[in-house]
Antibody, heavy 120, light 110 residues
Framework: QVQLLQWGAGLLKPSETLSLTCAVH????????WTWIRQPPGKGLEWIGE???????KYNVSLRSRVTISGDTSKNLFSLKMTSVTAADRAVYYC??????????????WGQGTLVTVSS | QSVLTQPPSASGTPGQRVTISCSAS????????VNWYQQLPGRAPKLLMY???QRPSGVPGRFSGSKSGTSASLAISGLQSEDEADYYC???????????FGTGTRITVL
């Protein structure tokens, strides 16, 4: 069973860059889709993007200009950077391992979540 | 914003059957399989159902899923107090080229 452990700064000022990292334990980096998802307090889930060896990176169109997802296969880590954060980016950020087939795509392992607050 | 529409809430008494609907479009549920996630209060989401009707190991058999056209549903038979949570449907969207979630449904056990 894959386990994901995430960390990163939880308090940012407006215009700063959000940076989170997720460590993968017990699973191979290849063949999987390493994903970031966020959830504003009291609201629903929003897919941010993913990275995989098969198809590189994909991003939510609404966030694409500010987001970069990268991976380090030698350390079994993947990371999220989001520039120019505002109060609207306040959310719990989750990393996840997702699997994908021809018509299927689902996330079966999730990190513990990191609350990121943006405040001056 | 979510492109998959769910009712905001549903409720039932212990032992009852509750159903949650997920309405979408041809570019997501119409073309790809649907998944369901359960989120207990204060916890990370958990995969509850994948590929329309497949239960991951450890998910009780009282949970079942189905899909027809551009709609899907999750049913909970024999509702239990520990089922009180938020439930989200999700699917890959070919037009957006990304993963989309439903608006979420809160299940309350009366």
């Amino acid at each position: 069973q894959v386990q994901l452990l995430q960390w990163g700064a939880g308090l940012l000022k407006p215009s700063e860059t959000l940076s989170l990292t997720c460590a993968v334990h017990g699973g191979s980096f290849s063949g999987n889709y390493w994903t970031w998802i966020r959830q504003p307090p009291g609201k629903g889930l929003e897919w941010i993007g993913e990275i995989s060896q098969r198809r590189g990176t994909k991003y939510n169109v609404s966030l694409r200009s500010r987001v970069t997802i990268s991976g380090d296969t030698s350390k079994n880590l993947f990371s999220l950077k989001m520039t120019s954060v505002t109060a609207a980016d306040r959310a719990v950020y989750y990393c996840a391992r997702c699997l994908s087939g021809r018509t299927s795509h689902y996330c079966d392992s999730w990190g513990q979540g990191t609350l990121v607050t943006v405040s001056s | 914003q979510s492109v998959l529409t769910q009712p905001p809430s549903a409720s039932g008494t212990p032992g009852q059957r509750v159903t949650i609907s997920c309405s979408a479009s041809s570019s997501n549920i119409g073309s790809n399989t649907v998944n369901w996630y359960q989120q207990l209060p204060g916890r990370a989401p958990k995969l509850l159902m994948y590929s329309n009707n497949q239960r991951p190991s450890g998910v009780p058999g009282r949970f079942s899923g189905s899909k027809s056209g551009t709609s899907a549903s999750l049913a909970i038979s024999g509702l239990q107090s520990e089922d009180e949570a938020d439930y989200y449907c999700a699917a890959w969207d070919d037009s957006l080229n990304g993963y989309v979630f439903g608006t979420g449904t809160r299940i309350t056990v009366l």
